[in-house]
C-alpha cells in the first residue's frame, strides 16, 4: 500500500465502524470502558497513594491485574476526567486497529513476497472484518489488546530490518505489560537474536525498577507483593473460555488439572519443532533469498496467534489471529488457491465461537 494512498476505502471503513461503535455506545448509554476504568482509577491510584491491587474499580472482574510498570503508560490520562479521557481512549484504539492491519499487511506482502498482490485494499477490509467482533468488543471494554499487538508487529518488523535495538524496546514494553508474551522469545533464542534479547531485557529491567523510584522502595515492594497475588487470584477464578484446557474441560469433566501443563509442553515442544525445522531448511537454502525474515515472521506470528489457546484470558484476545487470518486471505487471493476458502471459512467458525 502506498503511503500516499493510506486514505482508501479501507481507511473509510475503519473510521465508518469507529465512529459508528462511539455513536451506538453513546446512544444506549452503554459508554463505560469497564477495563479502561480500571486502568484510569488504579493510575488515579497510584498518584493519590490510594491501593492499586486487590480492590475492585468497576463491576465483575474489575481488578486491576497487570503489572505495576503498565500503570505508567496510563498517567497521561489522569489530567483529564474519565469521560474525557475515555473518549481520547476510544479513538485512539480507532486508529491502533487501522494502523494494525496496514502493517501486517505491509509485513505480509514485503515478506511473503506478495507485493504485486490485487485488489489490496478490498482483502484488507476482509481481514478486518473478520475481527470486526473483537473490534467492536475491545473499544467497548477499552482494553489495549490491540496496542500490544501494534506494538509486537512493530517489533517484528524492526528485527526483520536489522533494528535490533529498536524492536528490543518495543518487545520489552509489551512483556512489561503482560509477561505472558515472553513466549515470543522462542524463535528470538532459537535464532540466536542476542542483542535484540538484550535490549528486550534492559527495557524490562528499567519498566521493573520504576515502581521503587516512584512511588518508593516500600511502597513498590507493596505494588509487586499484591500484584502476584492478584494473578494467583484471576487465575483461580477466571474460566479461560478460549484456552484449549477448557475445552477439553467442557468435553471431559474428569480432566486433570494438570493437563494445561501436558497442552503446553505438546504445543511448545511442536513449536520447537517447526522453528528447529525452518532454520535447518534455511542452511540449506542460502541462495533463496528472504527465506529467513519470512520464517521468522510466520514464527511470530503463529506464537500470537497461539496465546489464547494457552492462557486463560478473555475471548477478546482472539484478536491476536489477525496475522494469520490476513496472511491466509492473501495467501489465497494471490496464489489463486480458492480450494482452501472452505478450510478459512471453517477455521473463522470455531474463531469467533464461544462455548459455554
Known amino acids: 500500500m502506498n503511503k500516499k494512498n493510506l486514505f482508501n476505502g479501507f481507511t ?34 497510584l498518584v493519590t497513594g490510594g491501593p492499586v491491587y486487590l480492590v475492585s474499580f468497576y463491576s465483575g472482574s474489575g481488578f486491576y491485574k497487570y503489572s505495576p510498570a503498565s500503570l505508567y503508560f496510563f498517567l497521561p490520562y489522569t489530567i483529564f476526567s474519565f469521560r474525557t479521557a475515555a473518549v481520547i481512549h476510544f479513538f485512539i484504539l480507532g486508529c491502533a486497529y487501522w494502523y494494525t492491519m496496514i502493517l501486517i499487511s505491509r509485513l505480509i506482502m514485503h515478506y511473503f513476497s506478495l507485493e504485486n498482490i490485487r485488489h489490496e485494499v478490498w482483502l484488507l477490509s476482509l481481514s478486518f472484518g473478520c475481527i470486526l467482533i473483537h473490534f467492536a468488543r475491545e473499544l467497548y471494554v477499552g482494553n489495549i489488546n490491540i496496542i500490544l499487538l501494534l506494538l509486537c508487529c512493530l517489533s517484528i518488523g524492526d528485527f526483520l530490518k536489522g533494528k ?21 522469545l522462542f524463535p528470538m533464542v532459537l535464532r540466536k537474536k542476542w542483542k535484540a534479547m538484550a535490549w528486550m531485557a534492559i527495557t524490562a529491567g528499567i519498566g521493573l525498577v520504576l515502581p521503587f523510584i516512584f512511588p518508593g522502595p516500600f511502597k513498590g515492594a507493596g505494588l509487586y507483593h499484591d500484584w502476584i497475588k492478584s494473578i494467583r487470584m484471576h487465575s483461580e477464578g477466571f474460566p479461560g473460555m478460549t484456552s484449549i484446557d477448557y475445552l477439553f474441560r467442557i468435553f471431559m469433566p474428569s480432566w486433570p488439572a494438570w493437563g494445561i ?15 528447529l525445522n525452518n532454520i535447518q531448511r534455511e542452511k540449506k537454502e542460502r541462495k533463496l533469498a528472504g527465506t529467513p525474515e519470512m520464517n521468522f515472521a510466520f514464527e511470530w506470528f503463529l506464537l500470537i496467534a497461539l ?50
Do not use: E, H
Open 261 to 275: 501443563l501436558v497442552i503446553l509442553f505438546l504445543i511448545l515442544s511442536f513449536v520447537t519443532l517447526f522453528i
Open 12 to 45: 473509510i471503513f475503519v473510521a465508518i465502524a469507529c465512529i459508528l461503535t462511539f455513536t451506538l455506545n453513546i446512544y444506549n448509554g452503554r459508554f463505560q470502558l469497564g477495563d479502561f476504568r480500571v486502568y484510569y482509577s488504579a493510575a488515579v491510584n
Open 164 to 184: 535490533d535495538w529498536q524492536g528490543g524496546i518495543l518487545l520489552g514494553m509489551v512483556i512489561l505489560t503482560k509477561p505472558y508474551l515472553l513466549i515470543l
Open 307 to 356: 496465546l489464547p489457546n494457552l492462557i486463560k484470558t478473555d475471548w477478546v484476545l482472539l484478536l491476536f489471529s489477525a496475522p494469520v487470518i490476513t496472511f491466509m486471505i492473501f495467501y489465497i487471493s494471490f496464489r489463486k488457491q480458492y480450494w482452501w476458502i472452505p478450510v478459512l471459512v471453517i477455521l473463522l467458525f470455531f474463531f469467533r465461537i464461544k462455548f459455554r
